[in-house]
């Protein structure tokens, strides 16, 4: 049975940071992309980070440069290292497993709410 787990979100102040991470088990990791989606209220789905099983990265714009996607493939673990928070990024964080360009698996999200 596949599950992902987010952990780590929760309140921060603006410029803050948080980990999340994203545990996986049931399926080979190593042989799919990782992605973290995020949704806010009342707007649409948003892919915030990618990394293939080899490791490489793509980001969104707006998150580039503060965020950092990293995987390990031996713990079948995800991260999702968020610096310089801006009340923006408040939303539910996925995990999200990714085959061949579908989105294929996902967790049940973690909420990150930045706000003084």
């Known amino acids: 049975q596949v599950h992902l787990v987010e952990s780590g979100g929760g309140l921060v102040q603006p410029g803050g940071s948080l980990r999340l991470s994203c545990a996986a088990s049931?399926?080979?990791?190593?042989?799919?992309?990782m992605s973290w989606v995020r949704q806010a209220p009342g707007k649409q789905r948003e892919l915030v980070a990618s990394i293939s099983g080899g490791g490489f990265t793509n980001y969104a714009g707006s998150v580039k440069g503060r965020f950092t996607i990293s995987r390990d493939n031996v713990k079948n673990m995800v991260y999702l290292q968020m610096n310089s928070l801006k009340p923006e990024d408040t939303a539910t964080y996925y995990c999200?497993?990714?085959?061949?360009?579908?989105?294929?698996?996902w967790g049940q999200g973690t909420q990150v709410t930045v706000s003084s």
């Open positions: 049931g399926f080979t990791f190593g042989s799919y992309d």
């Open positions: 999200n497993a990714v085959k061949l360009q579908i989105p294929t698996y």
